[in-house]
């Protein structure tokens, strides 16, 4: 359902702010799906709370990644359906979603095709086969694969250990190595004695000694290859055929944004999304699209910005805010490039500075960076936590061209940040190198309450600073319930189980549960004002205060709200005006 047309000027220009707050959740973060976190928002303790709301996309038909690795973007009937976008709309809730520029799922259509027909397939150049595109400018190795050579190899920006590719076999039984930036899995399946019956002359006996070695060594993970099948090794190409046929997969494969049909598939989605109601759509990974030979393949340049063009030109078309997701550190300046070219961009520094202000009780880098916003006219989308993780690395200074650009913080300063979090319990991901080096920690995971100690009046202050912010405060749904680390479901993730410690589901029990506690009700209270009161779509000043102290005023005509901080005591007060009101609130 498309809200009407005026709701999208809620993104209002560099000197008119937008003062909405977003919730962000899963449609199954709380209770069982959209329909219960809606009747959430109905309940009298959320009215005037909230007028965005950005549905992370396991809304879509997804396998892999909580959402990020998209089969198709039809609303998954499991979790959504058509009336809650209605009751969205009656309770005036604009929406965000994601579409994932760089890759799909191997089980979308799409992909499925490919692996169907091989080279017959009409989708071939939808995806970028490896050994195509580095043709030329790389050695073939002992696995078929080219590998780069080596000046092309170091460039190369990676996000996991290893080459960027998936093995995929076609029809034909020859393995095509497929461009794959983030997760992949190869699946063998057990066999039976039915799998092998059209292997001729071998006999009952042999095929059972066949399941059994064949099934112990996928428990054990081990290549097939050198699997010793004794009086049956005359039927090992067969038996390896037979296994290799019936192999499945989990990925998210790079598409060839080259490829006009990438591009009928990008305006076919945004029409999509539009019709669903989408008024800001975040472009995930959309900084690895762009590929070029001799590049980094990330954030290629003028690559980058010419498909940032063509998708802005399909989404005016569809009445849709692009929010392009990068994180990058803060001394390269990408931000500020994305910036200036009229785009809302993430705030990802704030996190990371709020845990650094509030530790350390000092108001100079955050103060830094806010002025930066104001006065370079940044429109930003900014939160605590999110499904992802706290970023650290985008606090980073960085060397741009022999010019060193300082950070917001100082190396040490962020390596304190991160050490204080992985104390309190929080996990770590890191970047690696082609070589499978780590090179540097990413972000880190965990809840924010988790990562402030698991204080309530730190969380509060972060919170009404948050609402003090410029820009669009975002609220992870977790860090409204003051949401602790969760173990158990970060071992149970695996390698890539990181993420869940911040992604616990709450139960509508928990709900109630938590609408009674201070913590809650009183980031309720700020929330709302944040969302309601008129100042807030007028301009922030910064004023002049201690450097343990935060006294910001936002002004709009004769309405204002006015945060003061003491850092030391973390203690604070709201005053506000707002129409024939005035009020002070006092934590």
């Given at each position: 359902?498309?809200?009407?047309?005026?709701?999208?000027?809620?993104?209002?220009?560099?000197?008119?702010?937008?003062?909405?707050?977003?919730?962000?959740?899963?449609?199954?973060s709380i209770g069982e799906n959209l329909h219960d976190i809606i009747n959430m928002l109905k309940m009298p303790n959320f009215k005037d709370v909230f007028s965005m709301f950005y549905v992370l996309p396991t809304f879509?038909?997804?396998?892999?990644?909580?959402?990020?690795?998209?089969?198709?973007?039809?609303?998954?009937?499991?979790?959504?359906?058509?009336?809650?976008?209605?009751?969205?709309?009656k309770l005036n809730i604009m929406l965000k979603f994601d579409i994932v520029l760089n890759h799909l799922s191997v089980a979308s259509p799409q992909f499925k095709d490919l692996l169907k027909h091989g080279n017959a397939s009409i989708y071939k150049d939808f995806f970028i086969n490896w050994n195509e595109f580095w043709q030329g400018n790389g050695v073939l190795d002992n696995d078929g694969v080219i590998m780069p050579y080596e000046d092309f190899l170091n460039k190369l920006f990676m996000r996991?250990?290893?080459?960027?590719?998936?093995?995929?076999?076609?029809?034909?039984?020859?393995?095509?190595?497929?461009?794959?930036?983030?997760?992949?899995d190869i699946k063998y399946h057990k066999i039976s004695t039915n799998d092998l019956k059209d292997i001729e002359k071998l006999s009952d006996y042999q095929a059972e000694q066949i399941c059994k070695i064949v099934n112990e060594a996928i428990e054990n993970n081990e290549d097939f290859k050198a699997l010793d099948f004794k009086d049956s090794n005359n039927f090992k190409d067969e038996i390896i055929q037979i296994l290799e046929t019936n192999r499945t997969y989990l990925g998210q494969m790079d598409v060839n944004a080259n490829s006009p049909l990438v591009w009928k598939f990008?305006?076919?989605?945004?029409?999509?999304?539009?019709?669903?109601?989408?008024?800001?759509?975040?472009?995930?990974?959309?900084?690895?699209?762009?590929?070029?030979?001799?590049?980094?393949?990330?954030?290629?340049?003028?690559?980058?910005?010419?498909?940032?063009?063509?998708?802005?030109?399909?989404?005016?078309?569809?009445?849709?805010?692009?929010l392009p997701e990068i994180h990058a550190e803060y001394g390269l300046k990408l931000h500020d490039e994305v910036a200036k070219k009229g785009y809302h961009i993430y705030d990802f520094f704030f996190p990371g500075l709020i845990i650094h202000t509030l530790e350390n009780k000092t108001n100079k880098a955050l103060k830094t960076w806010v002025e930066d916003i104001i006065s370079n006219g940044y429109k930003t989308v900014n939160m605590l936590g999110c499904h992802d993780g706290i970023p650290v690395l985008d606090l980073k200074g960085k060397d741009v061209n022999g010019v060193y650009n300082k950070g917001l913080l100082l190396d040490e300063e962020i390596e304190s940040i991160m050490n204080t979090i992985i104390q309190r319990g929080g996990r770590v991901k890191n970047l690696y190198d082609p070589a499978g080096n780590k090179i540097s920690y990413y972000q880190i995971n965990a809840t924010f309450f988790s990562a402030l100690g698991e204080n309530e009046q730190k969380l509060l202050l972060a919170r009404a600073i948050q609402m003090f912010m410029p820009g669009i405060p975002q609220v992870w749904y977790l860090d409204l319930?003051?949401?602790?680390?969760?173990?158990?479901?970060?071992?149970?993730?695996?390698?890539?189980?990181?993420?869940?410690?911040?992604?616990?589901?709450?139960?509508?029990?928990?709900?109630?549960?938590?609408?009674?506690?201070?913590?809650?009700?009183?980031?309720?209270?700020?929330?709302?004002?944040?969302?309601?009161?008129?100042?807030?779509?007028?301009?922030?000043?910064?004023?002049?205060?201690?450097?343990?102290?935060?006294?910001?005023?936002?002004?709009?005509?004769?309405?204002?709200?006015?945060?003061?901080?003491?850092?030391?005591?973390?203690?604070f007060t709201i005053q506000y005006k707002n129409g024939l009101k005035t009020d002070e609130l006092a934590f």
């Amino acid at each position: 359902m498309k809200t009407d047309n005026s709701q999208t000027n809620f993104i209002k220009s560099n000197t008119q702010i937008s003062h909405g707050v977003m919730l962000n959740a899963y449609p199954d973060s709380i209770g069982e799906n959209l329909h219960d976190i809606i009747n959430m928002l109905k309940m009298p303790n959320f009215k005037d709370v909230f007028s965005m709301f950005y549905v992370l996309p396991t809304f879509f038909n997804s396998d892999l990644d909580r959402g990020f690795s998209i089969i198709d973007y039809n609303i998954n009937k499991n979790l959504v359906s058509n009336k809650d976008l209605e009751d969205l709309e009656k309770l005036n809730i604009m929406l965000k979603f994601d579409i994932v520029l760089n890759h799909l799922s191997v089980a979308s259509p799409q992909f499925k095709d490919l692996l169907k027909h091989g080279n017959a397939s009409i989708y071939k150049d939808f995806f970028i086969n490896w050994n195509e595109f580095w043709q030329g400018n790389g050695v073939l190795d002992n696995d078929g694969v080219i590998m780069p050579y080596e000046d092309f190899l170091n460039k190369l920006f990676m996000r996991k250990s290893g080459l960027p590719i998936l093995k995929v076999r076609f029809p034909d039984g020859s393995e095509k190595p497929y461009w794959n930036t983030f997760y992949q899995d190869i699946k063998y399946h057990k066999i039976s004695t039915n799998d092998l019956k059209d292997i001729e002359k071998l006999s009952d006996y042999q095929a059972e000694q066949i399941c059994k070695i064949v099934n112990e060594a996928i428990e054990n993970n081990e290549d097939f290859k050198a699997l010793d099948f004794k009086d049956s090794n005359n039927f090992k190409d067969e038996i390896i055929q037979i296994l290799e046929t019936n192999r499945t997969y989990l990925g998210q494969m790079d598409v060839n944004a080259n490829s006009p049909l990438v591009w009928k598939f990008y305006e076919e989605t945004l029409k999509k999304l539009s019709d669903f109601g989408c008024n800001i759509l975040r472009l995930d990974a959309f900084a690895y699209l762009h590929k070029e030979i001799g590049q980094s393949n990330f954030f290629n340049k003028p690559g980058t910005w010419e498909y940032l063009e063509r998708i802005k030109q399909i989404a005016n078309k569809n009445s849709l805010t692009l929010l392009p997701e990068i994180h990058a550190e803060y001394g390269l300046k990408l931000h500020d490039e994305v910036a200036k070219k009229g785009y809302h961009i993430y705030d990802f520094f704030f996190p990371g500075l709020i845990i650094h202000t509030l530790e350390n009780k000092t108001n100079k880098a955050l103060k830094t960076w806010v002025e930066d916003i104001i006065s370079n006219g940044y429109k930003t989308v900014n939160m605590l936590g999110c499904h992802d993780g706290i970023p650290v690395l985008d606090l980073k200074g960085k060397d741009v061209n022999g010019v060193y650009n300082k950070g917001l913080l100082l190396d040490e300063e962020i390596e304190s940040i991160m050490n204080t979090i992985i104390q309190r319990g929080g996990r770590v991901k890191n970047l690696y190198d082609p070589a499978g080096n780590k090179i540097s920690y990413y972000q880190i995971n965990a809840t924010f309450f988790s990562a402030l100690g698991e204080n309530e009046q730190k969380l509060l202050l972060a919170r009404a600073i948050q609402m003090f912010m410029p820009g669009i405060p975002q609220v992870w749904y977790l860090d409204l319930f003051a949401g602790k680390n969760n173990y158990e479901a970060a071992d149970k993730g695996g390698s890539a189980g990181h993420k869940e410690i911040n992604r616990t589901t709450l139960t509508l029990q928990d709900i109630e549960e938590g609408l009674s506690k201070n913590i809650v009700k009183n980031q309720l209270k700020i929330m709302r004002l944040r969302n309601t009161l008129n100042a807030f779509s007028g301009k922030i000043t910064i004023n002049n205060s201690a450097e343990n102290d935060i006294d910001w005023l936002w002004k709009n005509e004769n309405d204002f709200a006015q945060l003061k901080v003491n850092l030391q005591t973390q203690s604070f007060t709201i005053q506000y005006k707002n129409g024939l009101k005035t009020d002070e609130l006092a934590f």
